[in-house]
């Protein structure tokens, strides 16, 4: 689990004509919120929150959000990432949701499941893993969030399958997904499929007579 401080600025202005001006200065329009909290219009410094992204390549980050306005002064809270909106074209942030959390306060969050070694139906038997669900929800405090759940599948043949109630949890962290979810299997590859050629016609041969030559 990454912990990342970041400033984030209170913003009494909403509506897309200041989202916009607000992503001309360099800026990204965000909203924090959670159950213990009213919901706080925010924005980020885009380069910050882009080099962030760059460096914890996809991991779960906790935030340290500096919250400053002009009247209350700073506050912090903790908080995740909830959701990035994303331009269609350009892929740019273009909005985000912060959810606020608390350390001591269990929450469920959805982490990645990661195969680990090379399932024997597929080396020795020619078979085909078939990822179902890549992610699996969890329960635990925020700072037992792991980065991903390893799924060991040498022993796989074709035909297994490994469920939820085939992992063991890490430590302070209980699964959430029902136990008889599958999230892997491996299949017997596809036979290929051979297009029957359409048998020509035989032309029928015509033998024409000679023509008889006038003397």
Known sequence: MIRITMDASIRDKAGKGAARKM??????PAVLY???????ALSVNEQDFNRMLFK?????????????????G?????????????????DKVRHIDFYAISVD????????????????????????????????TISCLPLAIPKEI?????????????HVRDLTPPEGVEFIDPPDTTLLTVV??????VEEEEEEEEEETT?????????
């Not at 992503?23 to 990204?28: A, E, F, H, N």
């Not at 700073?74 to 350009?90: D, F, G, S, T, Y």
């Not at 017997?188 to 499929?193: F, I, S």
């Open 207 to 215: 033998t024409e007579e000679p023509t008889e030559t006038e003397e």
């Open 105 to 136: 306060e269990k929450i469920k969050i959805e982490v990645p499941v990661t195969p680990i070694g090379k399932a024997k139906g597929v080396e020795v038997n020619g078979g085909v893993l078939e990822l179902i669900q890549r992610t699996v």
């Open 150 to 162: 390893e799924l060991d599948i040498s022993d796989l043949d074709i035909g297994d399958a490994l």
């Open 188 to 193: 017997g590859a596809a036979a290929p499929v």
């Open 23 to 28: 992503r001309q200065q360099g800026r990204i």
């Open 74 to 90: 700073a506050r912090e809270q903790l908080a995740l990432i909830k959701a990035i909106q994303r331009h269609p074209v350009n």
């Open 56 to 72: 914890t390549k996809g991991e779960q980050v906790i935030f340290t959000l500096n919250l400053a306005d002009d009247s209350n």
């Open 34 to 40: 959670g159950p213990k909290i009213d919901s706080v």
